[in-house]
């Protein structure tokens, strides 16, 4: 019998490009990506100027599939 184990949790870092984004655009994505750690790692987003995000943190295979999912969601580019 398997136990439950933890998701792993794998840390990494983006820089997202927004320039072709609106001001409110950009603090909606930076809040949903926020609030997708939910497997036990942590997310930090940090809007720079106006038109860049940098995440960082750690998050499961699983959070890090939803990231992109939320980043698809955008016409955002990735540095």
Do not use: H
Not at 28 to 43: E, F, P, R, T, W
Not at 49 to 71: C, R, V
Request: charged letters at 25%.
């Amino acid at each position: 019998m398997l136990k439950n184990r933890p998701p792993k949790i794998y840390p990494f870092n983006l820089k997202v490009n927004c320039q072709k984004m609106s001001e409110s655009q950009i603090y909606d994505l930076a809040s949903k990506i926020v609030c997708i750690a939910n497997s036990g790692g942590y997310l930090d987003t940090q809007i720079i100027g106006d038109d860049t995000i940098f995440i960082k943190g750690e998050a499961s295979q699983e959070d890090y599939n939803k990231i992109w999912d939320a980043l698809d969601a955008y016409n955002i580019i990735l540095d």
